[in-house]
């Protein structure tokens, strides 16, 4: 049986977690940032977008493949 491609989405940090709450903190660790302008390529699952809108405020979506 062949793998469906899956599909990434590419997130960047524009935002500082300095004064944010530590759960916000965790999630942006959890998502491979923990600098600014710093990009990270995750698998679009429901989970990983859970996590970005939680964090929305302190994230982008670069690009959505």
């Known amino acids: ?37 710093r990009q990270s390529t995750l698998v679009d699952t429901p989970a990983v977008r859970g996590m970005i809108d939680k964090v929305r405020h302190l994230v982008r979506v670069v690009d959505g493949k």
């Open 1 to 37: 049986m062949a793998k469906a491609e899956s599909t990434t989405v590419v997130v960047e940090q524009i935002g500082s977690p300095i004064r944010r709450e530590a759960s916000q903190r965790q999630t942006l660790i959890g998502l491979g940032l923990n600098k600014l302008r």
